[in-house]
Each structure stands twice: as structure tokens, then as C-alpha cells.
């Protein structure tokens, strides 16, 4: 990845910082983008600031420079500002990596607000295809080529109970990825997804979201649900951790990946073949 800049979204913690900084590490420039703010139809907390901060720091210790935007991946001009400022400072990307996601509340289906699945699908899904139109022109414009990698999940390939809002987006990524993948070949512009299983970041390690999997236990805990997320899996693990979909993710973005578009890797610990 040496000499690309690389666009991260939703990368002040988590995956998102994993991914930046396993690109930073194989060479790439970062330009980093997340909300940094509480979405209140949330049961979690969102990355801050300080986590951005954090982020910088770990890509700044790899060599490489990195600028970071707050931008809502439900805002186009947000986004839009944010790759202007990229562009500016680096003269093009050639990597994109649409990280930015929310698991949503966790309910059966007609338990939903409508406002709370939209909010979903705004995030997860038109979050990216925003991501996508803030940058794909700079990136035909430039003639570079490049990659696009989706971060989805396995939910994007089966169902889930009391998930509908969530697995309902990531199917729809699925969809979105094959499509640009025939848009953006003529340019040699690769588009992939990701599809990991549960990882260990903020998003699993909440009380909601034991509860989720814990359904039995009045206030279930870690542990309790280490047991749940252990019975997802072939290999003997609980989760996985964000570096290892960040390995996933140089990979596609990288030319070791230069022929293979249109793929959804699963980095699941075999929860797609139970």
C-alpha cells in the first residue's frame, strides 16, 4: 500500500481504527472520518474525539500522515467535504474502506419504530452508497484504479432474530457491492466486502447486546454471553478481534488482491458453515 491514501470511515475506534492502522502499517496515507457523536435511538455509546485522537496517534507511530474529519455518513455534504479535504491534501484515494455501521435496537420486527429501522438502513446502508458518491468520481477522475471494500457482515448473508433491521441492511450492502462491481470495473476499480462474524469492539461489549443473545438471564453478563457467541462458531472462540477483519480488509484493498472484485470474504470462525 505504499504511496496510496486510504479512506476510513467510521475509524475513531473499533474496526475502523484496526483497519486504518493495519493499511497505515503496509504504507498507505489515511484520511480518517467519524461522526464522533451519540446517536440517541442507540443503546451504546459512539466513538469521541479522544478516540480520534488515539486513532491519529497509532497511524502517525506507522510513518504515514493522516488527516481526520467529523463527518455523519447520513450527511452527503459531510461526506463530500470530508474526501474534498482528503483529495486536497493528497491529490487523490485510491482505497476506500466503508466501515461506518450501527447494530440498532435489538427487538422482534413489528416491536420496531419505523424511525429505528430507518435509521439503520440511513446508517449501514445509504451511509455507504454516500461514501461511495463523495468518492468514486474523485477516483475515476484520477486513473489510478483502486479498491473499495465493504465492511458487512455474516448477517449480510443469513438471518437473524430480533436483528431484522440490521440483517435487512447489510443485504442490501451485499447487493449495493455487486452492483458497483459492474459499474466500476471499466475503471479497474475493485469492490469487495468483508463479511466477519461477531468481533470484539464496542458494539458487542454492552449490555443490549448480551441481553440479545442472553435472552434468559434477567442481566446477563460478559461471561454469559461468551457462552452464546462460542456456540456461533466452528473454531473454538468466542469472537474475533478487529485486526483479524483488518487483515481481510488490506488484503482486498491491496494489489495482491488485484484480479479478485465481486467477493464476499467471511472472516466467521466457520459460523457460515454450521
Known sequence: MAGRVALVTGAARGQGRAH?????????????VDVMADNDALGYALATEEDMRETERQVLATGQQFIARRADVRSQSDLDEAVAAGVSAFGYVDAV??????????????????EDF??????????ARRTVKAVVPQMIAAGRGGSIVFINSTLGLK???????????????????????????????????????????????????????????????????????????????PWIESVDVANAVLFLASDEARFITGVSLPVDAGALSL
Open 20 to 32: 486504518a492502522v493495519r493499511l497505515a502499517e503496509e504504507g498507505a496515507h489515511i484520511l480518517a
Open 97 to 114: 474502506c466503508a466501515n461506518a455501521g450501527v447494530s440498532g435496537r435489538k427487538a422482534p420486527t413489528w416491536e420496531l419504530r419505523d
Open 118 to 127: 430507518a435509521m439503520v438502513l440511513d446508517v449501514n446502508l445509504l451511509g
Open 159 to 237: 438471518g437473524s432474530a430480533n436483528l431484522s433491521a440490521y440483517t435487512a441492511s447489510k443485504h442490501g450492502l451485499l447487493g449495493l457491492a455487486r452492483s458497483l462491481t459492474l459499474e466500476l470495473s471499466p475503471y479497474n476499480i475493485r469492490v469487495n466486502s468483508v463479511n466477519p462474524t461477531a468481533v470484539g469492539t464496542d458494539l458487542l461489549f454492552n449490555a443490549a447486546t448480551w441481553r440479545n443473545v442472553r435472552p434468559d438471564l434477567e442481566n446477563p453478563t460478559l461471561e454469559d454471553a461468551k457462552e452464546a457467541f462460542a456456540k456461533l462458531h466452528q473454531l473454538p472462540v
